[in-house]
């Protein structure tokens, strides 16, 4: 690729998650803010049973569920070089035909199967650089239990939690019961392992309350996280690079409803985000330490959003979670940080594809051969 050449941007989005909705929100803005100055762009959609499908205007095709006009593509793991193929099919079967070459792809997938490093490594192996975090940051940060292990093993403060199974559940839900009672007094938040936006999330402040959580979680997935609740302000910060990462300025989150819901954060006009969130300097200073702490531990690369509870009775503070493929839309923190901070949203989209290709040119410089000596 020549400096005059056009960098080729496949921008994923849809997939097989319950925040596909939310993915596809998350696109229109990203589609919108590239430069095609600088970039021949190629949105590729996957729906909810996992077909890859693109074509003109094949966002708009996703958003109004009207996508028969739409070609089915695929990559092929493997050294292809990051070529997308188109399928057709005729009387011999299934054909692929080279369409279209892929420099870098920018995955706007929320959720199982986009953000859980699934997608990671199917690019890896396909040999295609992409934007955000590697195979293991994401599988790790997007399992909201094994995630707190790695905080706890690297001494950043959690709160107490609990994992169970949908399994144990099963076997014996009064057992399971008992079992988290024993472990905290209410109110108890309770979550899907691996999941998003607030899905399948609920607040427990009785035993009724716990027992239909347990069974909404256990819906999203087969391990399901107990947490201590506290009554605590909902801090976010973004942060941005590889090797030497940066953090923004703080935001808070001023949720309409009791808690940061999934219709709190996309459809509730009432909820507040303040940016950037008015605190001490000593707590802006202690917040943008520890998240990049937290994304050293984890070996995030590219971006990611790391979220805080701070105690509002003891001012301490809790990391929540890390999210490696944060929220895109017009109206999510994670670009609003960075602009309030003096990194407009194209700038951030620039950056991100900078450090994605900067990341493939690292790690093509590693060997994959030993060859003894002697």
């Known amino acids: 690729m020549t400096s005059n050449q056009k960098i080729r941007v496949g921008v994923l989005f849809g997939g097989r998650s319950s925040e596909h909705e939310v993915s596809l929100m998350s696109a229109r803005s990203v589609l919108s803010a590239l430069s095609p100055e600088k970039y021949d762009i190629i949105p590729i959609g996957i729906t909810h049973e996992g077909i890859w499908l693109t074509g003109e205007d094949a966002l708009a095709a996703f958003e109004s ?12 793991p493997g050294p292809f070089g990051g070529m997308l193929y188109s ?16 420099d870098v792809v920018f995955p706007v997938l929320h959720g199982t199967f986009g953000e859980d490093g699934t ?51 099963q076997k014996d839900m009064d057992e399971a019961l008992n079992r988290i009672e024993a472990f905290s007094g209410y109110p108890l938040f309770i979550k899907p392992a691996n999941g ?57 989150i ?84 960075w602009a309030v901070s003096g990194l407009p949203y194209p700038a951030l989209l620039d950056r991100l594809i900078e450090l994605a290709l900067e990341r493939k040119q690292e790690t093509d410089r590693l060997e994959h051969i030993f060859r003894r000596v002697g």
């Open 196 to 252: 998003g936006s607030s899905v399948g999330i609920s607040k427990c402040k009785n035993r009724s309350d716990l027992f239909e959580g347990l069974l909404e979680a256990s819906r999203f997935d087969r391990r399901i996280l107990v947490e201590r609740g506290v009554s605590a302000r909902e801090i976010e910060i973004s942060v941005l690079g590889n090797a030497n990462p940066e953090a923004s300025l703080p935001g808070e």
């Open 254 to 337: 001023i949720p309409a409803a009791e808690f940061y819901s999934y219709d709190a954060k996309y459809y509730d006009e009432k909820t507040e985000l303040v940016i950037p969130a008015r605190l001490p300097e000593e707590t802006i200073a202690r917040v943008k330490d520890l998240a990049i702490r937290a994304y050293a531990a984890t070996d995030c690369a590219g971006m990611a959003r790391v979220d805080f509870l701070l105690d509002r009775e003891s001012d301490e503070l809790f990391i929540s979670e890390i999210n490696t493929i944060p929220g895109f839309t017009k109206i999510s923190m994670y670009p609003k940080l």
């Open 65 to 76: 569920r009207s996508i028969e006009s739409l070609k089915k593509v695929s990559l092929i």
């Open 87 to 102: 399928l057709k099919s005729d009387q011999r079967g299934t054909i692929l035909e080279a369409m279209t070459q892929l």
């Open 119 to 169: 997608m990671q490594g199917l690019l890896e192996i396909s040999r295609i650089p992409y934007v955000g975090a590697g195979v293991l940051a994401s599988s790790v940060c997007m399992d909201k239990a094994l995630f707190k292990e790695v905080m706890r093993a690297n001494n950043l403060p959690v709160l107490p939690s609990l994992t169970l199974t949908a399994a144990q559940l």
